[in-house]
């Protein structure tokens, strides 16, 4: 694979990149490559603030009764890192970017059936991320993510509205990417790709739009309520109105749980193109993995009342609850048992993506065994509320869905961007985010146990050891997510070209330049017989992109 | 979108119609994503009231005394024995009609009986903005307009109200705010069915102009099936509003 050299404007190949380089070329496209890109800088944006917030409650926890920051201000900084971090980047993360980019190029069409109303989605999420930073800016709010009644509907004296509305926005740009998605799965399929040919990311995605589409807009009408209840005085969720605050947990939970599986569900999704490709190896039960992803949504759409266990709610309800809770565990584990089966006597590499598909595996099934603790109703009333919950949630949302997306960025990055990262650095990356992560939140699991309570801007100093690991690991963490921003965008520059499948993995993606033409294909490609690596050529390894990596 | 070099190539494969957008092959699949599209924008907005009339219909459960009342208020506003409700209802239903028959229409070619159509439901649709800002006026003039410092019933609703506290042993201060409740839902309720309507007319002003420029024919005219298939839904939610909200006795 040699070097391609700088050859003249007429001679280069035209890439959905070098298209047009104006900046309204890029600010009008319909491209879903170039709004995902979009997507992806506004999102590590996001990211970047949420992450500023986590880095204050830390260095205020570090000791027991911190004068660093006023008791106000931390809860303004817990929402903050809370609402930027679930509904400004986990939740678009990899569907925005990811998903935009590879929907259309795994089913082999020439785009989302909905161009412009790609575009729209993304003017709106910026809309949203903008009203919250700007809330922030102005004064910030201090209900915490989750918004409960009546403190956000009546006595908080922050910018609450304005947050609320931020992500309400927000939360239609969600509703049409997924709206986007579904019809592009049904109607835009190339010939021959059946939907059990589908790649698996595809079935994760497909998934996770039908919990977009359906939860979403109940956030809304919950959101529009406690925001007009504010604004007119009027009182749904208001006592002395005869309204009810645990109306709101509800609706709001109703869909803050489909949501964490929003998160989580396409994760899973890289994770098996990830383990299939660099195992090279045809995934161990396909049809368990693609309908695994459906059962979740489903069975996620009952469990709603978990989080409500101590709010009130009959003990007969909270079985029930238990019960479902304990049920959407099974699908998740069958997927991990399917995953497990294809690593074994694959033909492993241990590149940067695979590393971040490992660490998935082992984190998602530590935070997965914990939810199975807090589901269980007599843990859960010792537990809830405390830092137990907060690693729990951590290990999933972190230790899974940002190792994922991570995992994914670097997978694909040769083909997004026609440039090789160097994959040493990758690793070095790799290790020191695991450590820094499970320092920063394996001791919480024993604070929450121990019974420090979370949300707290202070704490009995019998706990300040297990607070000091964990703000020492978050800063191996930041490090660790420094480290990619850095070498990826330096290998834009100065990295190497990657040919068309660098990986010598399955897909139609990989059938393609990269990066691939704005219209996608030469020609719509007939569909493939999904992951056939028994019958593939691997071309690469003599001429390695990644130096020192042996396939066993 | 700009055409790439690999353009001439594709086209050639693929000589492109120039009503179908780039992204599909043919009419058929637009036309069948564009519908596809519809019904799950749809199905979204099917959540988005149904927490509301899911909240409703709990509060109703548990309040019962006061929606009763709420109901008694809201049906007494009538036109020729016809209550406002019972009005809208006709209205709306017609209009369902008569976009169908545009529908019709667009498949056929009619174009003035299309145009004529697009231009009943519209009056139609105004009709029920008009008769629902009536009954707006009306509860304002009521005082059953709820929020702090606005809500301030007339005479013989509260009359109504403290008679039945009597009846059915409730707290009359209880019941007083239960029933500031069911208007909270009310307004909420009717106002978003409002709010979707004139959309809704938007969307129709749109189909109108474009109908004028003669720009639906047999062939391709899928923009007034699924502007179509949106009007019908919100039909729909009035249908389910007006018994729970008009009815309940």
Redesign the interface.
Known sequence: MASIAYLPEYDR???YLN??YSIW?WLL???HKRIAILYMITITLNFAIGGMAAVLIRLQLLTPHSDLIEADTYNKLFTTHGVMMVFFFLVPSIPTTLGNFLV?LMIG???????KLNLMSWYLFVIGSAMVIGDVVAGGFDTGWTFYTPYSSTFSNYHVVLGILGVFVAGFSS?LTG??F???V???RCPGMTWMKLPLFIWSMYATSLIL??????L???LA?VA?ERI?????FDP????DPI?FQH?FW?YSHPAVYIMILPGMGVVSELVTSQCRKHPFGYGFIAFSSLAIAIIGFGVWAHHMFVAGISMYGGIVFSLMSFMVAIPSAIKVFNWTATLYKGSVAMTTPMLYALGFIGLFVIGGLTGLWLAALGLDMHVHDTYFVIAHFHYIMVGGAVTAYLGGVHFWWPKMTGKLYPDGWGKIAAFILFLGFNLTFFPQFILGYLGMPRRYYAYPPEFQVYNVLSTAGASILAFGYLLPLCYLLWSLKYGADADDNPHDAAGLEWQTSSPP???NF???PHAPEPYDYANMEFLHDDIRPYPGVKHT | ???????P??VA?HPHDPLV?????DLD?QH??GT??MW??L???V??????IC?YV??RHL?FE?WHQGSVVVDSFAFLGISAGGWNTAVLLTSSLTVALAVRAAQLGQHRVLVWMLILTMILGVGFLAIKASEYTHEYHEGVV?????FNPDEHIRHDLEHAADQSGINPD?LH??F??FW??Y??MTGTHALHMIIGLGLFTYLLVQALRHRFTPVKHAPVEIIGLYWHFVDLVWIFLFPLLYLIR
């Not at chain 1, 589409?213 to 109940?218: K, R």
């Open positions: 190949p035209h890439t298209d047009r070329s496209t319909r491209d259309p069409a020439r785009d989302l059936a909905f161009p509703i709206l986007n579904i019809v592009t049904h109607k835009m589409v359906l939860a979403t807009p109940v809304a009408i919950t309520l007009l007119f005085g009027v009182g749904i002395r109105l005869g309204g109306l609706m109703f033409p704005t219209h030469h020609t719509i | 979108m700009s055409h790439s070099a690999d353009a190539l594709a494969e957008a780039e992204q599909f092959e699949q069948q994503a596809l599209g799950t924008f199905a979204t907005e959540l988005f009231f149904g927490g509301m909240g709990i509060y309040y006061a709820p929020g702090w410092g606005f209880l705010r239960q500031q409740l909270c839902f307004f909420f």
